[in-house]
């Protein structure tokens, strides 16, 4: 039978963490963290999953004006013992496509901890923290990982590819955490850098990565700027701003204003 | 991975009923009914974590709790004498989120998982039940379409109440396609040995793409089930359900446009014709009101002609 996959290379690693994100993220978060990931360690590609056993191709999808392929890439970085998978959710066949995964990860890297990340509009306001909420497969996990300012999320409703491959993990005893980072909703059509900064500290910090993010700094002042000059052009918006800064929820209607006006914004 | 029973009773030559979801969920409205009449123990399940996607998850205090999938439950009874296997799925597996039906490897594993059980406990035949996409009209009584995974079985369809082979309904020359897993396990069964037939409740065509239960055509399945059980069912509370199904039928019929609801009251005319008598409505005349139903079905986005 054909494999579901196809590889150009054979990583050495032992003990390795593997860290899963999906493409179409909200605030583009999944692919901003891994493409920095990729980018600054130099990772390298190995690996493939054969994309017309989970993909149905019936044309192509247009993204931002431009064509978009599916794509399901393992990269690696041998120095600090990483798995990277960026992928575009599968069609069909979840069950083979999420195996496949474990089963790469577990046979040629060795894996033993899975992360996946994702991004999740809430309603705050951009002048507050980002907190990134988890969820673990093993409590064993959970209480490794305590110290690293993880949140515990409560939720109960439909469930995410992220939960499914967590729960596949652990039915082979493979420790996992889905980490969800929040961000403000009338952010969420955008990139939002310090959100894509929290789970980069994260990730810093759990594999002592050195990483450089002053970058993002910069980023989050332009930022947190244009919001600023726009809540003196116009009052509602700064309204709506204080009473999210209150902790007041807005309405609807109010929420689908604020959400337009920064988006414009933003996008120039 | 595959089937977990969690009860091993000696059984002799029990008769299995299956059940999934489909057009107005006729078949496994039927079926269910009869096996919560019947007060059937639950035998076993077959584990869905490799043919659905999970409909549910629970996570409390940052730990996964649970991942909830559709559920593919086995159960059992004797009633009057006979043993009964009931097989209840509540999602069919598909290929696809967007398909109606199941298809592929993963239904072909499904079918074969069931029958597993079946052969397992000795049973010697197999019911599916789901929906006949009909020329009638909403007002007339459902038949039941049967049809046998074997020749040799036409003979005692013939004999229930109620019920045609494909060959004596208009226009079909005994031809046909049972979509999904209802058709699929049949063939797997034929396949196996297992002798089988599919029993599909008649369901007016324009009623087949909108999101109702129709438990006209799941009573008279049911009544076929009796007849083939030679037992009485107590249909009383039933009735009700399917009462307050009929108001919401009505009620959707009566705000069709008048044009379009002085040509469905033509399937009055069409309907439980023998293929013998002369129709007072031409083939040409027939196919010019599919087209008009179709077209009807079509501007409202509530219709599939493929299903027919």
Redesign the interface.
Same mark, same amino acid.
């Given at each position: 039978m054909k494999k579901p996959f196809k590889y150009t290379g054979l990583p050495k690693l032992k003990n390795s963490s593997l860290i899963v994100g999906w493409n179409k993220d909200t605030g583009n978060l999944a692919p901003a963290v891994l493409e920095f990931l990729n980018r600054i360690l130099g990772c390298q590609v190995f690996c493939e999953l054969e994309l017309e056993d989970f993909f149905?191709f019936g044309g192509v999808a247009v993204e931002h004006n431009v064509v978009h392929f599916p794509e399901c890439i393992f990269f690696y970085n041998e120095k600090k013992n990483l798995v990277i998978f960026k992928s575009d959710q599968p =069609?069909?066949? =979840?069950?083979k496509f999420l195996n496949t995964i474990l089963d790469i990860a577990e046979r040629f890297c060795h894996v033993h901890e899975l992360y996946t990340i994702s991004g999740f509009a809430s309603s705050f306001v951009h002048t507050s923290p980002r907190r990134i909420?988890?969820?673990?497969?093993l #409590?064993e996990f959970?209480v490794e990982l305590r110290g690293y300012g993880? &949140?515990?999320?409560?939720? &109960?409703? #439909? #469930?995410?590819i992220s939960?499914?491959l967590?729960?596949?993990a652990?039915k082979r005893g493979l420790p996992g955490v889905?980490l969800w980072s929040e961000l403000p909703f009338y952010l969420g059509a955008h990139e939002d850098p310090q959100c894509v900064k929290s789970s980069l500290s994260f990730f810093d910090s759990r594999f002592n990565l050195n990483l450089d993010l002053t970058g993002f700094d910069n980023m989050i002042q332009e930022q947190d700027k244009k919001i600023a000059l726009l809540r003196q052009e116009k009052a509602e918006i700064d309204q709506y701003l204080k009473l999210l800064e209150s902790g007041i929820s807005l309405d609807e209607e109010e929420q689908l204003k604020l959400a337009r006006e920064i988006y414009s914004l933003l996008k120039k | 991975m595959g089937i977990k029973l969690h009860k091993h009773p000696r059984l002799k030559s029990p008769i299995m009923i299956v059940g999934w979801p489909g057009i107005g969920n006729i078949g496994l409205i039927a079926v269910d009914t009869l096996r919560e009449l019947a007060k059937a123990e639950e035998l076993g399940e077959i584990e869905s974590?490799?043919?659905f996607?999970?409909?549910?998850?629970?996570?409390?205090?940052?730990?996964?709790e649970e991942?909830e999938f559709p559920t593919n439950k086995f159960y059992f009874r004797r009633i009057e004498g006979k043993d009964l296997i009931f097989f209840i799925g509540e999602e069919q597996p598909r290929?696809?989120?967007t398909s109606d039906y199941a298809e592929g490897e993963e239904a072909y594993r499904m079918a074969h998982l069931v029958l597993d059980v079946a052969e397992k406990f000795g049973c010697q035949r197999v019911y599916t039940s789901g929906a006949a996409v009909s020329l009638m009209h909403h007002t007339m009584r459902s038949r039941v379409w049967a049809v046998p995974n074997t020749e040799r079985l036409i003979k005692e369809i013939k004999q229930y109440s109620n019920t045609i082979v494909m060959s004596e309904i208009e226009g079909r020359g005994g031809q046909g396609h049972i979509t999904g897993l209802n058709g699929l396990l049949l063939g797997v069964a034929k396949k196996r040995g297992i002798d089988g037939i599919c029993l599909m409740g008649e369901i007016p065509i324009y009623l087949q793409g909108l999101p109702i239960i129709y438990p006209k055509a799941s009573k008279s399945v049911l009544d076929v089930f009796s007849d083939i059980l030679g037992i009485d069912i107590d249909l009383s509370q039933f009735e009700k359900t399917a009462q307050k199904a009929e108001k919401n039928i009505e009620k959707f019929y009566s705000q069709i446009p008048s044009e379009m609801r002085s040509q469905l009251e033509k399937l009055k005319e069409i309907y439980h014709l023998e293929p013998t008598e002369i129709k007072p409505m031409t083939e040409k005349n027939r196919k010019k009101l599919w087209e008009e139903i179709s077209d009807f079905l079509k501007k409202e986005g509530k219709g599939d002609e493929e299903a027919i």
């Amino acid at each position: 039978m054909k494999k579901p996959f196809k590889y150009t290379g054979l990583p050495k690693l032992k003990n390795s963490s593997l860290i899963v994100g999906w493409n179409k993220d909200t605030g583009n978060l999944a692919p901003a963290v891994l493409e920095f990931l990729n980018r600054i360690l130099g990772c390298q590609v190995f690996c493939e999953l054969e994309l017309e056993d989970f993909f149905s191709f019936g044309g192509v999808a247009v993204e931002h004006n431009v064509v978009h392929f599916p794509e399901c890439i393992f990269f690696y970085n041998e120095k600090k013992n990483l798995v990277i998978f960026k992928s575009d959710q599968p =069609h069909f066949q =979840h069950y083979k496509f999420l195996n496949t995964i474990l089963d790469i990860a577990e046979r040629f890297c060795h894996v033993h901890e899975l992360y996946t990340i994702s991004g999740f509009a809430s309603s705050f306001v951009h002048t507050s923290p980002r907190r990134i909420f988890s969820v673990f497969n093993l #409590p064993e996990f959970q209480v490794e990982l305590r110290g690293y300012g993880l &949140e515990d999320m409560t939720w &109960e409703g #439909p #469930p995410a590819i992220s939960s499914y491959l967590l729960w596949l993990a652990r039915k082979r005893g493979l420790p996992g955490v889905s980490l969800w980072s929040e961000l403000p909703f009338y952010l969420g059509a955008h990139e939002d850098p310090q959100c894509v900064k929290s789970s980069l500290s994260f990730f810093d910090s759990r594999f002592n990565l050195n990483l450089d993010l002053t970058g993002f700094d910069n980023m989050i002042q332009e930022q947190d700027k244009k919001i600023a000059l726009l809540r003196q052009e116009k009052a509602e918006i700064d309204q709506y701003l204080k009473l999210l800064e209150s902790g007041i929820s807005l309405d609807e209607e109010e929420q689908l204003k604020l959400a337009r006006e920064i988006y414009s914004l933003l996008k120039k | 991975m595959g089937i977990k029973l969690h009860k091993h009773p000696r059984l002799k030559s029990p008769i299995m009923i299956v059940g999934w979801p489909g057009i107005g969920n006729i078949g496994l409205i039927a079926v269910d009914t009869l096996r919560e009449l019947a007060k059937a123990e639950e035998l076993g399940e077959i584990e869905s974590y490799e043919f659905f996607l999970p409909s549910k998850v629970v996570i409390k205090s940052g730990i996964l709790e649970e991942l909830e999938f559709p559920t593919n439950k086995f159960y059992f009874r004797r009633i009057e004498g006979k043993d009964l296997i009931f097989f209840i799925g509540e999602e069919q597996p598909r290929k696809q989120p967007t398909s109606d039906y199941a298809e592929g490897e993963e239904a072909y594993r499904m079918a074969h998982l069931v029958l597993d059980v079946a052969e397992k406990f000795g049973c010697q035949r197999v019911y599916t039940s789901g929906a006949a996409v009909s020329l009638m009209h909403h007002t007339m009584r459902s038949r039941v379409w049967a049809v046998p995974n074997t020749e040799r079985l036409i003979k005692e369809i013939k004999q229930y109440s109620n019920t045609i082979v494909m060959s004596e309904i208009e226009g079909r020359g005994g031809q046909g396609h049972i979509t999904g897993l209802n058709g699929l396990l049949l063939g797997v069964a034929k396949k196996r040995g297992i002798d089988g037939i599919c029993l599909m409740g008649e369901i007016p065509i324009y009623l087949q793409g909108l999101p109702i239960i129709y438990p006209k055509a799941s009573k008279s399945v049911l009544d076929v089930f009796s007849d083939i059980l030679g037992i009485d069912i107590d249909l009383s509370q039933f009735e009700k359900t399917a009462q307050k199904a009929e108001k919401n039928i009505e009620k959707f019929y009566s705000q069709i446009p008048s044009e379009m609801r002085s040509q469905l009251e033509k399937l009055k005319e069409i309907y439980h014709l023998e293929p013998t008598e002369i129709k007072p409505m031409t083939e040409k005349n027939r196919k010019k009101l599919w087209e008009e139903i179709s077209d009807f079905l079509k501007k409202e986005g509530k219709g599939d002609e493929e299903a027919i």
